[in-house]
Every structure is written in structure tokens, then in C-alpha cells.
């Protein structure tokens, strides 16, 4: 068993992970039903964590080799302290690597905060900047994708998304705007629009929906 699916199958085996099947299920920021994956339950200092760290780690080093220019973001607020963490286990006493925050606001938009921006603005005046945006779960990737964007806007010469959980056969929002995406897991968890679910999911069982935000 290697070290992605070791962690995948404890993860799985965590209480409160994912909702219990049958008895809830939640509505996702995009509109559609399904089960919630929970990366809160992994807690920082546990072995748990450190697979965690480990796994996105050895990504973000395939694909980014020389860190010089590497700046790691979280997306507010399931992976902002994790970026953080991740980005101090990437740097090295030769490249630093910048962890950097995004905010979400009162509409469930999320947003580079301004220091985020100018720290990329400033930055890119002298070096080619590369931003990885970190999400536990990809369902349609349009929230990843939107701090992606921003940090072109702030002046990044190149963005990407690394996703941990990938539940969809595809990230819409990233296919559709060419944002280069890489998913540790691709492991589909029925994700249903509205009418879908009502017609045949769990909100036709009669199951508890937990809206978006609770």
C-alpha cells in the first residue's frame, strides 16, 4: 500500500469524516447535494496531519522542483493554516516559500486578502511567481479557481490548484477556464443537483439537508 492510499483509508476510517450515509447530507457552495468530506476532523500534530502534509508535499515537489518563486495559499478557511504548514515543509534554508492567505466574505465568496495581493504584487516586480492554491475537497473547483484568477490579477505568472479529494469525474470550473489542476485522489462521491436529488437522491429518502454554511 503506498503512501496515498494509506492515507486515503485512514481518512475514510475517521469518525465525522464524511456523513454518515443515510442519516444527512449537505448543500455545497455550487448548489448540489451530497455527502460532506470533512478535512477538519484531521488535526494538526497528529500522524494523520503529517500523511497529509507529506502526500501534498511530494506533489507540489513533482511538479515544482525549483521553488524559487513558489507561493503556497490554503482556501479560507479549510486549508489556510494547512498552506501555511505546507509551505514551511516545502521551503528550504536556500528557497523560501511563501504561505499566504485567503479570506472568505459575508456572501461565501472567498478572496485574497490585500496583503496577499501586495506581497504577490510586489514579488512578481522582480521574479517569476508561481501560486499553488490548496483545497481538501474538489467538487467543481470554483472556489479554488476564483483565488487562482486572483493571483494572476495580483501579478502571478503562473497559478494552479492542487485538490487532496477530488469527488467529481471532472472540476468544471477549472476545465472551463483553462486552470491547470492536479488531484492527489479522483474518487467520485455522489454529488446531485437540486432536482436531481429531490427526484432520486437522499432529499427523495427524505434524508436531513444540511444547507450551505451550517
Not at 495581493?117 to 511567481?129: A, G, M, T, Y
Not at 490548484?161 to 469527488?167: A, E, G, H, S
Amino acid at each position: 500500500m503506498n503512501a496515498i492510499e494509506s492515507f486515503r483509508n485512514e481518512l475514510m476510517a475517521t469518525p465525522d469524516f464524511i456523513d454518515p450515509r443515510g442519516k444527512q447530507h449537505h448543500e455545497f457552495v455550487s448548489g448540489k447535494h451530497g455527502r460532506k468530506m470533512d478535512f477538519s476532523v484531521v488535526k494538526k500534530g497528529t500522524e494523520l496531519y503529517q500523511k497529509w502534509l507529506d502526500i501534498n508535499k511530494q506533489r507540489i515537489l513533482y511538479r515544482h522542483p525549483n521553488r524559487l518563486g513558489l507561493i503556497i495559499l490554503g482556501v479560507a478557511n479549510g486549508t489556510t493554516d494547512f498552506a501555511f504548514d505546507l509551505a514551511k515543509s516545502v521551503s528550504t534554508n536556500y528557497q523560501e516559500v511563501f504561505g499566504l492567505r485567503s479570506e472568505k466574505l459575508p456572501d461565501k465568496q472567498v478572496r485574497l486578502t490585500q496583503p496577499a495581493r501586495w506581497v504577490i504584487s510586489d514579488l512578481s516586480r522582480n521574479k517569476f511567481i508561481k501560486t499553488v492554491i490548496i483545497e481538501d475537497v474538489g467538487t467543481t473547483g470554483t472556489t479554488a479557481g476564483k483565488v487562482a484568477q486572483q493571483c494572476l490579477e495580483a501579478g502571478a505568472e503562473h497559478s494552479e490548484v492542487i485538490v487532496t479529494w477530488q469527488r467529481t469525474q471532472s472540476l468544471g470550473y477549472l476545465d472551463e477556464n483553462k486552470i491547470p489542476y492536479s488531484s492527489i485522489i479522483t474518487e467520485v462521491i455522489p454529488t446531485l443537483s437540486p432536482e436531481l436529488c429531490e427526484r432520486e437522491g437522499d432529499c427523495a429518502r427524505g434524508v436531513t439537508l444540511k444547507p450551505h454554511g451550517e
